[in-house]
């Protein structure tokens, strides 16, 4: 269902899913793709997609930027395992999110950001991971992810 909520998406909407690259990523460490990008690249790879929905003004997701994201370790990790897609939330600073965005948002129950979403694409639930307590809990949320990845 999700997959079929990016494909619907396309890739002009795409580009206000994701933050510009030296913007939040930890330096570049992690490749972001775009959500139209993403079902494509995680058929052909067998990899799972890894949802990052994240605010600007968020102290935990910044921090998670910094200590999982930009840690050079955790990023090849994700980098390998996953096909990872941030999608950053603006109701905040613009009033509401684009439909898109709220799409999404809606797909997968965010209420709380920082929320990893685990997305296999093969009929499983997602995996969902709300908040952020440190960064060895969100290795090993990761790690488990990965691991039951078919």
Known sequence: M??????????????RFTTPPAAAEGAGLVRWRAPAEAAAE????????????TAGWCPPCKRMTTEVFGNPADAAMINSR?????????????????????ALQRTYHIDAFPTLVVEFGDGRKPLVFRGYASAANTRQDLERAAGTAR
Not at 3 to 13: C, D, I, Q
């Open 2 to 15: 999700a997959l079929t909520v990016l494909a619907a998406l396309g890739w002009a909407a795409a580009a």
């Open 42 to 53: 995680s058929k052909r790879l067998g990899r799972p997609i890894l949802y990052d929905f």
């Open 82 to 102: 996953f096909v990872p897609v941030r999608v950053m939330d603006r109701k905040s600073e613009d009033g509401k999110n684009p439909p898109d965005i709220e």
